[in-house]
């Protein structure tokens, strides 16, 4: 177990509906992280979060938006949902020190009918 | 951006045996760090070792070690006395000096037969 929650497991929506996933990350971690994983694109970095504060953007779409709280958990969302956004979306955190490794979450599967 | 390649797609390997994943990558830093990730059939992300590039001594995390050749910038992972349980996909990832997210290869699947 990593220690970092997310919430929830599956989601099963329509194209052009709105999501929100959720991530708690490890006690003491103040750094969280945003991972795409589809099958034809690998891992991609989308977001990274330290502290409350936006650190560093990676491929994220226009449509997807994301954001930390006081508490340190963070939520991902993504609206006008496509057929291609269907993916394993993964949530990492880290204490924030340069070099410490991310540990993940189990991924939440979002599949878009 | 780093790129990270891993050139092997897919490798097998008997139990007990051992066997080596490639990863090379591409940076203009001095100082970076690098991880190989095992993501099993469960799509758990779990961290198997990890390397400090300013440390000439190569990681190793029991049955599981890295030959890191910065000059050649290719950081390989070796597993040895292979496990059923090995049986996954692995990422290698680069970590620059002035950012802390990971950057990916494409991964390797691995898969370990009786």
């Known amino acids: 177990d990593s220690g970092v929650t997310q919430t929830p497991k599956h989601l099963i929506t329509a194209t052009g509906q709105r999501v929100t996933l959720r991530c708690s990350p490890r006690?003491?971690?103040?750094?969280v992280y945003w991972y795409q994983q589809s099958l034809d694109q690998g891992l991609q970095f989308l977001i990274h979060?330290?502290?409350?504060?936006?650190?560093a953007k990676g491929n994220i779409l226009e449509r997807f938006s994301a954001q930390q709280f006081p508490d340190l958990h963070s939520e991902l969302n993504l609206s006008s949902l496509e057929l291609g956004d269907s993916a394993l979306y993964f949530c990492?955190?880290?204490?924030?020190?340069?070099?410490?490794?991310?540990?993940f979450g189990n991924g939440t599967r979002l599949t878009v009918t | 951006a780093q790129t990270v390649t891993q050139s092997q797609p897919e490798m097998s390997v008997q139990e007990a045996e051992t066997v080596t994943l490639s990863c090379t990558y591409d940076?203009?830093?001095?100082?970076?760090?690098l991880f190989w990730y095992k993501q099993p059939p469960s799509r758990q992300m779990i961290l198997v070792i990890r390397?400090?590039?300013?440390?000439?001594q190569n990681a190793t995390e029991n049955r599981f070690s890295v030959n890191f050749q910065k000059a050649a910038k290719s950081f390989s992972l070796k597993i040895s006395d292979s496990q059923l349980g090995d049986t996954a996909m692995y990422f290698c990832?680069?970590?620059?000096?002035?950012?802390?997210?990971?950057?990916f290869g494409k991964g390797t699947s691995l898969l370990v037969t009786p």
């Open positions: 990492a955190s880290s204490p924030g020190t340069l070099g410490r490794p991310l540990h």
């Open positions: 006690s003491g971690d103040l750094s």
């Open positions: 979060y330290y502290n409350g504060e936006e650190r």
């Open positions: 940076t203009s830093e001095n100082n970076y760090y």
């Open positions: 390397q400090e590039a300013y440390k000439q």
């Open positions: 990832a680069f970590m620059s000096n002035s950012g802390y997210a990971l950057n």
